[in-house]
């Protein structure tokens, strides 16, 4: 039943035009909240979520779903304003990744076929960028869609993160693991990935979590990407070696190599959407310039960089072109970013078309590093200096109903 309107004497006339508009105000912030729907989410949605939540990436023999793949798509349902697909990432991810138990169990990164053909939980090992992006989608979705039983899922995750990903270096001081299994090595040394380190998330960590360790990450994020910077790049993986109990230092990571490619790709991107009056902004895109330069010389992305000489290897793809446009936003340079936002539009078109649809399903990490880059550019969202996000609709719609 409608509520009725009571006019108080004083606004009698006011009040009773409200009544008499009140249906037309809810048809047009309907109309406002639906404008605001994110087409390109919905393609994603389209292509690569199962109706149960999984993120299906086609690409593997294992038609494999991964951590970093629920993760991602929660973050973009909830810049989509779409919580019901936001609902079912979160639950398909808990019950096959954390075996149903999020306050025990960090999310295993990597569920498919096995080679009897069995459904299940390929590697149990962790990935700390994933589980970083969950709490975070997690932390926005209470404050945004206020609902309070996000928090509890969010904090239970950053204490497993802390207890278990978390390592003290000696010299440097906390630092994030890329998983729980294997990056501590023998005789004092750890494996990194920098791609692994946003810092919008870790600021936005850190409000969760004052007492956490988030904010001496993010600084410490700062004296990673000086140390192991050469030619303007920061490699895909990189190592930290302790050299006496208070001391140590950057050094290429001998297993991986000075290689920069699909991992360091996500560099860009995060350095690019980093809201400039971070202290970290500046001195981050000071360590990133190689890229700049890449582009401009050659007009493309190369696909893959060795940090020792700089030499440039191959063609990136459009996910590529798309990582690169908050950066170059960030860095003011309007010619490259509109350079490369017309290959990423041709191209995705490209792998959008019926007939590319029948062949394969289109490329998983172009889309993502596309809907993270786009969804900026295209002012669906940004970060705040806190690390809070601000969407496009939150100021037309009610928070989603509860599901």
């Not at 406002?32 to 087409?39: R, T």
């Not at 999310?107 to 992006?133: C, Q, T, V």
Request: hydrophobic content about 40%.
């Amino acid at each position: 039943m409608a509520k009725r309107c009571v006019p108080s004497r004083l606004r009698r006339l006011g009040a009773a035009l409200a009544c008499l508009l009140l249906p037309g105000v809810a048809l047009a912030q309907a109309q406002a909240c639906e404008a605001n729907a994110w087409p390109l989410w919905q393609t994603f949605r389209t292509h690569f979520v199962q109706p149960d939540g999984r993120v299906l990436d086609a690409s593997t023999p294992q038609q494999h779903s991964s951590s970093e793949g629920q993760s991602y798509a929660m973050f973009f349902a909830l810049v989509g304003n779409d919580r019901e697909s936001f609902d079912k990432l979160w639950a398909w991810a808990k019950d096959n990744l954390a075996g149903s138990d999020i306050r025990s169990n960090l999310p295993g990164w990597w569920w498919g076929l096995d080679e009897k053909k069995a459904w299940r939980l390929l590697d149990r090992n962790s990935a700390s960028d994933a589980d970083l992006w969950f709490a975070y989608a997690l932390l926005e979705a209470a404050r945004l869609w206020k609902d309070e039983r996000y928090t509890n899922d969010a904090r239970s995750l950053l204490a497993n993160i802390a207890r278990q990903e978390v390592a003290e270096l000696p010299g440097l001081g906390k630092m994030l693991l890329p998983g729980f299994i294997s990056f501590a090595k023998p005789d004092h040394y750890w494996q990194l990935n920098p791609s692994y380190l946003p810092i919008p998330v870790l600021r936005r960590l850190a409000v969760a979590e004052p007492n956490g360790p988030w904010s001496e990450i993010a600084r410490n994020t700062g004296s990673l990407f000086k140390g192991v910077s050469q030619h303007g790049f920061v490699a895909d993986w990189v190592g930290y070696r302790g050299t006496s109990p208070n001391s140590g230092m950057f050094v290429t990571d001998p297993a991986k190599g000075p290689l920069a490619s699909y991992d360091a790709i996500r560099v860009y991107l995060w350095a690019g959407v980093t809201p400039a009056k971070d202290p970290q902004a500046k001195p981050i895109l000071d360590s990133l310039q190689g890229m700049s330069r890449a582009v401009a010389s050659q007009g493309t992305p190369p696909e893959k960089v060795t940090l020792n000489d700089g030499a440039l290897q191959g063609t990136g793809p459009f996910g590529f072109s798309a990582a690169l446009l908050p950066y170059f936003k960030a860095l003011k340079q309007p010619y490259l970013l509109d350079q490369q936002r017309a290959r990423v539009d041709q191209l995705m078109a490209a792998s959008l078309t019926e007939e590319a649809v029948k062949m394969r399903q289109p490329p998983y990490y172009d889309f993502v590093l596309s809907l993270f880059a786009l969804g900026y550019i295209d002012a669906h969202y940004q970060f705040l200096d806190d690390g809070k996000l601000k969407t496009s609709w939150e100021s037309s719609c009610p928070p989603a109903a509860t599901r």
